[in-house]
Structure formats: structure tokens, C-alpha cells
């Protein structure tokens, strides 16, 4: 076993990690420690955008900005949190700039900017021009970016380690956060990172669902980790469906496609969404987009043989445009579909995209360890975060900004204390929970598979923990994932090695989405409400008399514990959500 000593660790070196990487690394010692490269990071991924309202191209301002984003959330955002961000934004995008990210330009050179799902002039009047834009690969430029910031100020990496466990001493009576424990993929080696402030911005659960647009390494570790540990995780219910994944693949066709003027149609031809969101129509927020596409299809009106998708028309678009602001999404229909979106439209159905849930933090990103507490010296941005500012449902292009305005926060607010903070010691035998953890799945000689434990629970809440659920399904979706739960106390993997055992990682990461899985299940049943990415069928209104509140995840001896914590409003109050 290793040790090292950082003032600050940082999880993740996705775009919320390299972005506090860059505060903190300029400041303290400060090591990144990531299970990808970081330029593998699935911010890397994100296309169409990240707004700000820079007002480059159509008037705009931030309370405008703020209220979408509330509005978009459907009443769940704290709203203090939402105005933050909203107000940095464009700070944020400037940063970037001034840090070399090549942004599509105006004729007069200013950062362009394009339409997106949910933002809107005036309080709803119209869609606006508010994401700014690297054609659609706006993530692999943020993440390129940062990255050569941060080897250009020597911020240190450890790449292909996998932090499995977070450490915690006690001081006084009072928990603070130590350090953390790693696994290094190349050598089966492990590491004790001791730390003042550690950082979590670990991205995203999307695997959770078998649909999905997101990479094979998004299992929530970060949260599955600090839930262990006893912290409790916010929202989890709440999983957004992007509406356009291709059809039976779920890999994204970005919202830029209609924020560019592509259009949904049924089996009929319609122009559905004007049914549905007359004013901003295929660019309603998504979890209205979702929600409608579902529908057409239940109703029979879906495309193909089965008729389970409907069709993204993009063929009145000039093919000149879509070569310069959608080239890889189009690419994408080509290679994965075999459709010509010159000439033909693109099947698409929703796939789970997006964790609106996470560790509950404050606006500095410090982690809260129950309603009011901050744990000292632990921090989180990014998707692995709730802070809450996208409430029920996020809208297209916040969260490229949510990445950039609170990982700039985490890393401030974690130098800050690593400065001012004493050391604390190390828990005695700081790793052997995480050894006899993975020997116990390495030893084993035979037992249950991952990917068939992992195929049974992305099935079941594909099934009856997506776009709509009821209690039926959801009890359904419990029962199944507490079977494989049992089941998982017997997994066994074949590679038996130290060096590059992916399958030992995969069993480990199989763990974390179990319990995640369980979370957002239990929290789904107990939400006798619609509202934002969460639909039940046998409780179809937003109800804000019982509901308006966020959900307080705690793991017990027993399972799933719930608590709840009021919504902060500041501006606006709930109102009826049309678009
Ligand atoms: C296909 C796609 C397109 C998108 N398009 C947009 C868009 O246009 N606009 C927008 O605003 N949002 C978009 N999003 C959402 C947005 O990209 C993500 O929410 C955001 O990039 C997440 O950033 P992050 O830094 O939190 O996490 P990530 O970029 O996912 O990084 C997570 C990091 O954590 C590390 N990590 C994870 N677990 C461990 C562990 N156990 N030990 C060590 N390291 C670990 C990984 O190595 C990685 O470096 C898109 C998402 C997808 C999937």
C-alpha cells in the first residue's frame, strides 16, 4: 500500500474536476485523481452546448435565464442556487474563451449562440439564442480546454485510479473529512491519498438504465460511495430522458439538432409537438418532449415495423448548415443507423441521460451531511452534485455550466479551507474495508456474473422506472433489484490478476448502481406526485401542497431511509407549467 499527502484531492477530471483543479491547483498542492484519462471524461461527450445569457445575438439577460431554469425544473430548483449560476454564467463562458476554447463566431466575431430546449425571452414568450457553441462538440472543446490549463500550472494527475472508498476522521465529536482510497487499474496497487479538502465531481449514473446516452464508466461512484458512508443523496428520483436517442441505441442526437430548426414527426407526418407546447413546441423543456414522443408511441402513432420511436426531420435543413453546426450528430445517424439525415428523417426515442439528483451541497459546493450540516472539508460539483439548481428537470445546456461555475466554486472553497484547516489524522487501517472488499469478489472461484446481474437491473428499470411509473412498477423495479442485490453478495469475476483487471472494477461499479438503482426506486414511490423528469401514472398532477420538497436519501441497516428539506424561493412562486 501507498500513501501520499495533497492538501486537496480532487475525484473526477471530468469538466467539474478540471475546472477545480485549475482554482485549487493554482493555490495548494493538489492532485486529480480520475479512473479515466482525463480527456476520456464523458463531459468530453456533450455536444450542442452551454448557455449564458451573453446577449451576443438577441436580447437577454441572467433573471431571464434564472427563471427559465426554475421554470425548466418544474418548481424544484432551490432558486438562490439557480440565480448564481445563472449570473456567473457569463463570466464562465468568458473564462473559457479567454482560455483559448475555439467557439463558433458571429460575422462580427462575438461568441455565437443558438436555440435551446426551454430557454426563453421574457418569461416564456419565445425561444432564445442562448447557448454558446463549438458546433456539437462543445464538451470535447471544454474538456481539451481545461485540460491544457491544467497541465500548463502543474496540476498533478493519477490516472486510471479508482477511488473506492472516502475516508473520515473524528475531531471533537465532529466527522472531517481525511482522505481518500484508491485502486490503481495498472498494478492492482492500493493508494491512501490523505487529504484536507477532498473534492467529489465523479460524474453521473446513467448505466443505471440500459437505454441510455451515457458512457459505460458513468456508474456513480462519487454518490454510491459518500451514500456508504452515510451521507444522504438529494432528488435521486428525479432521471431525465433526453427525448432524441437513436432509436433502440440511446446514443444522443443532441437537442442543438432541433435548436438548428430540425423538427419530431409521428407516423402521420405531424408536427407533434405543437399539440403538446404550442408556443416553444419540439423546444419544450425535455422532460415535456419525452413525455410527448412516449406518448405518440402508446398511442400508436410510432414509426417502423414496431412502431416504438418517431422520426427527427432534419431534411428541409440545408445540407451546408448541418455540415457546419451538427457534423458529428449527423455522422452518428450515418454510422449507427444507416440514414442520410440529408434526405431522410432519423428514428429517435428518449434514452436516461441525466442525474438531476446527487450530493446535496451548498452554493460553495460543500457537502451537506443532513439537511443543514456541512461535513467539513468535503466538496462536490458537477453531475455527481445536487445543489440543486436543474430541481426536476435540467434544461439542455445548463449543465456544461453548472460544471464550470461550481467547479470553479469547489475548487476555490476546498483551497480556502485546506489553507486555513490543521491536519486531521488517518482512521487507522484506512483501506482494509476496500481490500477485504475486493479480495472477497476476486477470491470467490464461482458465482453470480456481472453482466448478467447488470443486464437483469437495466432491464427492470427500463422497464418500470422511466419515462412513466406508477406504483405498480415501481414495486416491481424494488423487488427486482433487492433479488439481485442478494445475488450480488455471490458475484465472481474470471480475470483473478493484479494488472488491468477491469472485470474486478466492473463487479465493484456493478455495486454502486445497485444502490443507486434502489434510491432512485424507493424515492420514485414515495413521490405520489408528477413533476419534472418524474411521471406517475396514477398520480398525474404536480401536487405542491404534499410535494414541493426535496427528498433526503439515507441508507440504514434496514435499506432506504427518507427525509425531505423545503425548496428555497426567492422570486417565483409555483405557477401552472405551459410552454
Ligand atoms: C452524450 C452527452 C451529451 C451531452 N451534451 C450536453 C450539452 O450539450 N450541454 C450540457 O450542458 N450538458 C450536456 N451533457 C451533460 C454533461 O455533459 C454532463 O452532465 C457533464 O459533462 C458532467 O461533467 P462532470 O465533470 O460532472 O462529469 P464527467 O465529465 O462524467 O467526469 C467524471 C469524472 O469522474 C471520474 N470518476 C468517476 N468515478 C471515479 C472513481 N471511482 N474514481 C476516480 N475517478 C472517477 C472519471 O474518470 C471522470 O474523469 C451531455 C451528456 C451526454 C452523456
Known sequence: MQTHKYDVVIVGAGGAGMRAALESGQRVRTAVLTKLYPTRSHTGAAQGGMCAALANVEEDNWEWHTFDTVKGGDFLVD????????????????????MGLPFNR????????????????????????????????????????????????????????????????????????????????????????????????????????????????????GMAI??????????????????????????????????????????????????????????APRDVVARAMANEVREGRGCGPDKDYVLLDLTHLEPAHIDAKLPDITEFARTYLG?????????????????????????DAEVLADNSQVLPGLYAAGEVACVSVHGANRLGTNSLLDINVFG?????????????????????????????????????????RVAVIRRELQETMDANAQVFRSEATLKQALSDIQALKARYQNIAVQDKGRRFNTDLLEAVELGF??????????????????????FREDYQNRDDVNYMRHTMAYRTGEGVRLDFKPVVVTRYQPMERTF
Open 79 to 98: 432558486q438562490d442556487a439557480a440565480e448564481v449560476m445563472a449570473k456567473e454564467a457569463i463570466d464562465a463562458v468568458l473564462d473559457l474563451e479567454k
Open 106 to 221: 458571429t460575422p462580427d466575431g462575438l461568441i455565437d449562440q443558438r436555440r435551446f430546449g426551454g430557454h426563453t425571452r421574457k418569461h416564456g414568450e419565445a425561444a432564445v439564442r442562448r447557448s454558446c457553441y463549438a458546433a456539437d462538440r462543445t464538451g470535447h472543446m471544454i474538456l481539451q480546454t481545461l485540460y491544457q490549463q491544467c497541465i500548463k500550472h502543474g496540476v498533478e494527475f493519477y490516472n486510471e485510479f479508482y477511488v473506492l472508498d472516502l475516508l473520515f476522521t473524528e475531531v471533537d465529536g465532529v466527522r472531517r473529512t481525511a482522505g481518500v482510497v484508491a485502486y490503481e487499474l495498472a498494478t492492482g496497487e492500493i493508494h491512501v491519498f490523505q487529504a484536507k479538502a477532498v473534492v467529489f465531481a465523479t460524474g453521473g449514473a446513467g448505466k443505471v438504465y440500459k437505454t441510455t446516452s451515457n458512457a459505460h464508466t458513468l456508474t456513480g461512484d
Open 226 to 283: 459518500a451514500f456508504r458512508r452515510g451521507l444522504p443523496l438529494e432528488d435521486m428520483e428525479f432521471f431525465q430522458f433526453h427525448p432524441t436517442g437513436l432509436a433502440g441505441l440511446g446514443i444522443l442526437l443532441s437537442e442543438a439538432a432541433r435548436g438548428e430548426g430540425a423538427i419530431l414527426r409521428n407516423s402521420e407526418g405531424e408536427r407533434f409537438m405543437e399539440r403538446y407546447a404550442p408556443t416553444l413546441k419540439d423546444l
Open 339 to 363: 440514414v442520410e439525415p440529408y434526405t431522410e428523417p432519423v428514428p429517435v426515442f428518449p434514452t436516461a441521460h441525466y442525474a438531476m439528483g446527487g450530493m446535496p451541497t451548498t452554493v
Open 408 to 448: 470553479r466554486r469547489a475548487g476555490l472553497a476546498a483551497a480556502a479551507f485546506a489553507s486555513r484547516a490543521p491536519w486531521v489524522e488517518l482512521p487507522s487501517s484506512p483501506a482494509d474495508e476496500t481490500v477485504a472488499q475486493l479480495e472477497g469478489i476476486r477470491d470467490r472461484s464461482d458465482g453470480e
Open 513 to 534: 448502481l445497485l444502490d443507486l438503482a434502489e434510491v432512485i426506486v424507493v424515492g420514485a414511490m414515495e413521490r405520489k406526485e408528477s413533476r419534472g423528469g418524474h
